[in-house]
């Protein structure tokens, strides 16, 4: 079965630091992946998404985010947070067995110190 | 600027009562989704639709129904809402296999008393 693991429940990193969300998957083919993140009672925006080509994606907001199929992973890095960074990320799979249909993790909080 | 409207931002209903939360998409998106959001829980999926008058159960359907009349419409439909459905509600919408990712509303905050 499709899973998204995200080890951070929370994270706080000081402003112009970098940062990197981790998230591992588990899927049997190559599966469609995404980062979303979601500003406090709003709904969720789509910061990027990998289904193919490079392993490397670029988003919005200056993230970027890595596919490594050797470690099911599919980490969110940013080399400088700024204050307005400060949200909830998801990852996500899509694909497969499981069709259109999108597994969220659990979410990873960020907070982000002056 | 393409997006995903739900009617509500915030409800407030009592414990009985029939509710209705309508999502519209303008985006001629095949696919409509609607998930709840708690604290610890993340998203679960309550049900989907893959086209005009279709409708799929997803993770946690007790309790709801959904309706889709018209490709850009969803609604879902608490019969008799209870505490319990106190909880954040997200419509989403895609296209496709799915590759290209949703679209979210903004979401409906129920609070049912």
């Known amino acids: 079965a499709q899973s998204v693991t995200q080890p951070d429940i929370h994270i706080t990193v000081s402003e112009g630091a970098s940062l990197e969300l981790r998230c591992n998957y588990s899927y049997g083919a190559t599966p469609y992946l995404f980062w979303y993140v979601q500003s406090p009672g709003q709904g969720l925006q789509l910061l990027l998404k990998y289904f193919s080509g490079d392993t490397l994606v670029q988003g919005i907001k200056g993230f970027e985010a890595e596919f490594k199929r050797s470690q099911s992973s599919f980490n969110l890095r940013k080399p400088s947070v700024h204050w307005s960074d400060a949200a909830e990320y998801f990852c996500?799979?899509?694909?497969?067995?499981?069709?259109?249909?999108?597994?969220f993790g659990a979410g990873t909080r960020l907070f982000v110190k002056a | 600027d393409v997006k995903v409207t739900q009617s509500s931002r915030y409800l407030v209903k009592r414990t009985g009562e029939k509710v209705f939360l309508e999502c519209v998409q303008d985006m001629d998106h095949e696919n409509m989704f609607w998930y709840r959001q708690d604290p610890g829980l993340g998203l679960r999926l309550i049900y989907f639709?893959?086209?005009?008058?279709?409708?799929e159960k997803g993770d946690i359907p007790e309790g709801y129904s959904v309706s889709r009349e018209k490709k850009e419409r969803f609604s879902l439909i608490l019969e008799s809402a209870s505490t319990n459905q106190t909880s954040m509600y997200l419509c989403?919408?895609?296209?496709?296999?799915?590759?290209?990712?949703?679209?979210f509303g903004s979401g409906t905050r129920l609070t049912v008393v």
């Open positions: 639709s893959y086209d005009v008058k279709m409708k």
């Open positions: 989403a919408s895609s296209t496709g296999s799915g590759k290209y990712g949703y679209t």
């Open positions: 996500a799979v899509a694909g497969g067995t499981g069709g259109f249909k999108t597994i």
